[in-house]
């Protein structure tokens, strides 16, 4: 089913040629589809399919940044490879981490890499604009598809049935950019389809506000929601709003004060033992290779955001982005499938350290390249510096050549199963009542096994532990700065590691910046918007 909804949410896109502009700098938030624009338009949708396109259209955002591929740019001002939505939280989410570390010197990145970023940043404007870019065309295609105007232009009753199920993915990709903006800015405004089209300024909600409607949209949209694995490859159903509920409740105490950790386990837990997503037996790397959505990886991922070397044509965006970067050296762009690479990311020694030798040859899933690459990164500005990362190829799993190679069929793991056993066991360890230790274990060691090291026992599943098995297991998989803030150890002195603080060997930095800054255009568009503390 792969292939017939990819077309639909990028070929077809490219093909018909759908233009989205934006509104003058003060319009909801600088990123709300003009009313008189052939797109979303009620000529537009006297066409059946339209609204299937327009869920595509939502989908299609999470890769490209235009709608036609790195071309003709969604936001203003913002290209299309710069403005992918996974490109920049890859870039937000690993670069200011352990994990990663990137060689470039544009504007913002060397900022992103020592945790010295300002509100300035084009970097957070993008995933900032991005998201809410993402909010608009929900919000519009809401608007668009209430009762009253469905009546009004006579859809009929199974296609209605339909646009029911479109309008809960819509809603679930609305809350997972809010998801986004809540983890990394704090306190954003809600704009929702009730709000007016024109010049506004949206009311800056807290955090906790956010988290509390993320919460009851997930929970709304539980019963319109496809059934689990009942959709097309590529949608989300109800397990994919049932993993973004878990991710809230994890992280409840970091967002409202209050933890949520027995919600967390009781989530979990209705995942992997209801929702009929199966943990993958396969080899670690078919989970990253460019057939991950037939070699028998798929069982587990939840939701995938989809890539296709033929249908898609975004150079600089999504896996396009992180396929390219991670390759220099001496390492053989071929060998991952790819045309060349960019001599960007690498990762950090520290991170390193977390696998039982340098070259992680006791657990599969340290795909480190080492020959002609040094451990220590003296030099963040030199790709030699630091171990390069193999982990995602655009090879097939059974090393046939995919596509193209420029642009990888590898599609990108947003949710998986194996992250909800690792939810479930520090949801566990940090208290949960309805959680089992024995259970939380088992789970951890079908992990491990898979990745072909040593099984743990009960005893040895800490949160320290589990922390570093979360870097081991979820890797490059946009995790790593949430996981350090929940665990007290992204900004402070408690986990250092280099070029932290801006140092070579790391240093501690001030605790108010696990809180993005909100992008200064933002404020000077909507100067209603206070800025986080410390900024």
Do not use: H
């Given at each position: 089913m792969k292939i017939s909804f990819k077309y639909i949410s990028y070929f077809l896109l490219l093909i018909l040629?759908?233009?989205?502009?934006?509104?003058?700098?003060?319009?909801?938030?600088?990123?709300?589809?003009?009313?008189?624009?052939?797109?979303?338009?009620?000529?537009?949708?006297?066409?059946?399919?339209?609204?299937?396109?327009?869920?595509?259209?939502?989908?299609?955002?999470?890769?490209?940044?235009?709608?036609?591929?790195?071309?003709?740019?969604?936001?203003?001002?913002?290209?299309?490879?710069?403005?992918?939505?996974l490109r920049?939280?890859?870039?937000?989410?690993?670069?200011?981490?352990?994990?990663?570390?990137?060689?470039?010197?544009?504007?913002?990145?060397?900022?992103?890499n020592g945790q010295t970023w300002s509100p300035s940043n084009q970097f957070l404007y993008g995933i900032f604009s991005r998201a809410f870019y993402q909010i608009s065309v929900s919000n519009e295609f809401l608007r668009q598809t209430t009762d009253e105007k469905l009546a009004e232009r006579g859809v009929d009753a199974n296609l209605k049935a339909e646009i029911a199920a479109f309008k809960a993915e819509a809603r679930f990709l609305r809350a997972f950019?809010?998801?986004?903006l809540m983890d990394l800015f704090g306190n954003v405004p809600i704009?929702?389809?009730?709000?007016?089209?024109?010049?506004?300024?949206?009311?800056?909600?807290?955090?906790?506000?956010?988290?509390?409607?993320?919460?009851?949209?997930?929970?709304?949209?539980d019963n319109t929601l496809v059934a689990s694995k009942a959709n097309e490859y590529g949608r989300v159903d109800k397990t994919a709003a049932k993993f973004l509920l878990a991710q809230i409740y994890l992280n409840s105490k970091v967002y409202t004060g209050t933890e949520r950790n027995n919600d967390a386990a009781t989530v979990c837990n209705d995942i992997i033992t209801g929702s009929g997503y199966t943990f993958a037996d396969v080899p670690y790397r078919y989970l990253f290779s460019a057939d991950n959505d037939r070699n028998g990886a798929q069982s587990e991922v939840i939701f995938p955001i989809i890539g296709d070397g033929v249908a898609i044509r975004a150079t600089g965006g999504g896996m396009s982005f992180i396929l390219h970067a991670s390759i220099g050296?001496?390492?053989?762009?071929?060998?991952?499938?790819?045309?060349?690479?960019?001599?960007?990311?690498?990762?950090?020694?520290?991170?390193v350290k977390l696998f039982p030798d340098e070259t992680a040859t006791a657990d599969k899933r340290g795909t480190f390249f080492?020959?002609?690459?040094?451990?220590d990164i003296a030099n963040y500005g030199v790709f030699s510096n630091g171990y390069a990362v193999r982990k995602y190829t655009n090879v097939n799993s059974d090393g046939s050549a995919a596509q193209k190679t420029d642009i990888p069929d590898t599609d990108f793991p947003m949710f998986r199963l194996s992250d909800v056993y690792l939810m479930y066991a520090e949801a566990t360890v940090r208290g949960a009542a309805s959680g089992n230790l024995a259970t939380a274990t088992g789970y951890i060691n079908k992990i491990r096994t898979r990745a072909g090291t040593s099984t743990i026992s009960s005893s040895d599943l800490t949160l320290n532990f589990i922390l570093d098995e979360r870097g081991r297991e979820l890797f490059w998989e946009c995790h790593r700065r949430t996981d350090l803030i929940r665990f007290g150890k992204f900004t402070g002195g408690s986990k250092i590691w280099q070029w932290k603080g801006g140092v070579k060997n790391g240093s501690g930095t001030d605790s108010y910046r696990d809180l993005m800054p909100i992008p200064s255009r933002t404020i000077q568009a909507n100067p209603t918007l206070k800025q986080n503390t410390g900024y």
């Open positions: 040629g759908l233009n989205m502009t934006l509104t003058s700098c003060t319009d909801d938030l600088n990123v709300t589809p003009t009313d008189d624009d052939e797109f979303l338009s009620e000529t537009f949708f006297k066409d059946p399919q339209s609204y299937k396109q327009v869920l595509a259209k939502l989908y299609a955002g999470l890769y490209v940044g235009g709608n036609d591929g790195d071309g003709a740019p969604d936001i203003f001002g913002l290209g299309g490879d710069f403005s992918s939505y920049l939280l890859f870039v937000t989410q690993e670069f200011p981490t352990d994990e990663a570390i990137v060689a470039w010197n544009d504007d913002g990145l060397p900022a992103l950019s809010y998801y986004n704009t929702t389809e009730a709000d007016p089209v024109g010049l506004f300024y949206p009311v800056q909600k807290s955090r906790a506000e956010v988290f509390a409607f993320i919460e009851s949209e997930l929970k709304d949209i050296g001496k390492m053989n762009a071929g060998d991952q499938g790819m045309n060349g690479g960019w001599s960007g990311i690498r990762t950090r020694p520290e991170f080492t020959d002609g690459q040094t451990l």
